[in-house]
């Protein structure tokens, strides 16, 4: 993996405004800062983060509508969700239970203006007097995956009350039988699951397959020439 892909080789690639880059540029500077104190990456891939964390992360990007809401499981140091989050997806959750790295991850939120959270109250509030409401909305979940349930998501869509999660994201993580365990009580009705997954994903696909029916599309990614984004949809249980 090649030391020398900066930050102008990644904004060759995703093609972010320069207010953007320099917002990721905050994101690496705050993520060496917090390194020291905890294990938030491995410390050698710190080295390549433009291409190791954030391309790997942003490249999700272009198989996401913007207006979706997104759920990342087990986000650490914010990949892939707070990566998404900067570029551009206006509703993201952030379920991450090591309390240190949730610490991390509203500090993160904070300085890159991302924070937009709102209670209804305040919602409401500040719709119903004209003001302008948050771009982005990051809510960060201090808890184990399996403990999280809609009602903890202030999800403010006032054409569909019934407005759920779209898009399930995560990175590594664990084998792709459990992820889909953990995505299917957000996304069996509608909605799909991105997973950044390495080369067992052929071994891990047939694990997943005794017990899940899916439409799956995997698709090369552009950070890791070993590595494989896989899409999963029509999300239903093996009877």
């Not at 710190?46 to 490249?59: E, G």
């Not at 790295?101 to 509030?125: D, I």
């Not at 779209?166 to 993580?173: F, K, M, P, Q, S």
Request: no cysteine; glycine share 4%.
């Amino acid at each position: 993996m090649n030391s020398f892909f900066t930050s102008d080789d990644f904004q060759k690639i995703i093609h972010v405004s320069r207010e953007t880059l320099d917002r990721f540029k905050i994101y690496k500077s705050l993520l060496e800062q917090w390194q020291k104190s905890i294990n938030l990456v491995s410390p050698e891939s710190l080295k390549y983060i433009w291409r190791r964390h954030f391309l790997d992360s942003a490249q999700l990007y272009s198989y996401i509508d913007p207006n979706a809401t997104l759920m990342d499981l087990g986000s650490g140091a914010g990949f892939p969700g707070m990566v998404l989050a900067l570029m551009g997806i206006k509703k993201v959750h952030l379920v991450e239970s090591d309390q240190r790295k949730s610490a991390f991850l509203n500090e993160l939120a904070r300085n890159l203006n991302l924070n937009g959270h709102l209670n209804l109250n305040q919602y409401s509030n500040l719709k119903s007097s004209g003001h302008q409401l948050p771009s982005n909305q990051v809510e960060i979940h201090p808890k184990l995956i399996q403990d999280i349930d809609l009602k903890d998501f202030n999800i403010h869509d006032s054409q569909n009350s019934n407005h759920t999660i779209d898009v399930i994201t995560a990175r590594g993580l664990t084998k792709l039988d459990d992820l889909v365990f953990y995505a299917y009580p957000f996304i069996e009705n509608k909605g799909y699951a991105l997973f950044l997954k390495g080369k067992n994903v052929p071994q891990e696909l047939e694990e997943m397959k005794k017990n899940w029916h899916a439409k799956i599309d995997l698709f090369p990614s552009i950070s890791d020439p070993t590595g494989i984004i896989v899409k999963i949809s029509n999300l239903q249980k093996v009877s």
